[in-house]
């Protein structure tokens, strides 16, 4: 057996312990993502008329990798969705389902100067609170 390959053996008995703290932590975490993150980029790629060969060439993401993130069974990273979304020329929130009242409020929130964003938010509380209350009544 070459040193090399002795040392990996070595390395891997269950003798010794991991190299580092960190060792095989990676293959693992795909496990962890299992809540599907309702992405449209299927959608966004077909209203183009393209095919994932063409958004995996603008976009600098292979197309088997484009594959699995538009059936979200692998996860994406932040870097290969920003690189998807100025591919399709959107906004990377845009990749992601969202009710359009969602969206509607929170563009309000944002156009919204410090008192007048404070008193949205008090008001949206309240009327979370409210509805928590009538919900235990229900029960």
Known sequence: MSPIMSHIATIMSSEHPPPCHYYGQAFGVWKFYTKPMALRIKQLRNAKGWTQEVLAAKSGVSRSQLAMIEAETRPANTLRLNAIAAALDVAPEDL?????????????????????ADALLRIAEALEAKNQGDEQEDQ
Not at 96 to 116: N, Q
């Open 96 to 116: 992601f389902e969202t009710d359009p009242r969602e969206r509607r409020i929170v563009g309000i929130l944002r156009s919204l100067r410090g008192d007048d």
